[in-house]
């Protein structure tokens, strides 16, 4: 498939008429069946019609993703929810009115306008209300319900820019719009709406704290945080490797000064026996690590920089070939809490204590 990659300057409304027109444009596609990948404000998606079965289960195949794994369907004006959930509970407004549009995506129970493929045979719909411009126009334009998965082959880093998403779908989708780098670069916040109280079953920009603040009592889904826990991940996608960086990732925790010395042990060692080395370091401590590629992804205090940065570096290791990867461990709360989920998943759990 021949596939058009188009660039679009279109950070804020109004757009430019060339960008309006791209815009209507790619909304062809779409409901005409087709895909089109394009930005968001968290990482970059790969849509198709939400409501249609085939473009879901293109979608499927464009990621080579399990079709157990569900889609998130994204609106452009929160009076489009009706025609696709059974019920909007009180609660669901109230996050929807603190947080839409942005990056909080509702599981809610679903109407029989959408299909179990886009669903993955659940009765439940994921439904987001995205805050980035061109996102918004876009589904605007392919009729107001956009299933989109991150643009990633299934297994790697969700995208946080178009070279990424090239990489990965040139040749399997019908058109990528290049919308710049990704403000947030994690993916959204997911809260389960259709229990009481509401649970968090992926952590995100949007907190615990932040929801909890909102909506009072919010759970959260055990597996995000007891990485050992047997129990299945309530959010199907969660359950499946992810984000894995092709070199070997370890997190190594522990007081600074010994995790440097730990990791600069060890990647002496690693360069001894032939492999290219790097490092996951935040700006405090990046000068003392010896490594073929030290990566900063900000202060240990800048936590939205962190997440901003994480999928990128991990990208650019791949990139340049790096096959052992150390990783600073980071805070575990506030979005803290989605860096690590990300890091320890990209990582299979692998965490050395020093
Ligand atoms: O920020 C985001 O959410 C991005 C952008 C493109 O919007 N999208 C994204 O989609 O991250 P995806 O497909 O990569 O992740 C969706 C997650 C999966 O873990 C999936 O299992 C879960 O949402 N999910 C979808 N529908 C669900 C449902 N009905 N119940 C529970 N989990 C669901
Ligand atoms: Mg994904």
New binding site residues.
Partial sequence: MDTKIIRIESEQFPFSPKDEEILRQAGEVLKNGGLVAFP?E?????GGDGLNRESSKKIYAAKG?PSD????V?ICRLEDIGRIVKDFPEAAKKAASAFWPG?L?M?LP?SDAVPSET??G?D???V?F?SHPA?RKLIEYGGGYVA?????LSGKP?PTAAKYVIEDLDGRVDMILDGGGSV?G???T?V?MSVTPPRI??P?FITFRMLEAVLGKVDIDVTIIEPDSDQAP?????KYRHYAPKGILTIVEGAPGKVVEYVNRKAAMDKAAGEKTGVIASDDYAKGYRADAVKRVGSRREEESIARNLFTVLREFDDEGVTKIYSESFESQGLGQAVMNRLLKAAGHRVVKV
Avoid: F, Q, W
């Avoid at 968290?42 to 790969?46: N, S």
């Avoid at 989109?148 to 990633?152: C, D, L």
């Fill in positions: 968001t968290t990482v970059y998606g790969l993703r794994n569900p889609l998130i994204h990056p995506t599981i679903k669903t993955g659940l439940t719909v994921a987001r995205p996102a989109a998965p991150s643009a990633n969700s947030i994690l993916e959204s997911i389960d079953l992926r995100g309530k959010a199907p996608g969660m």
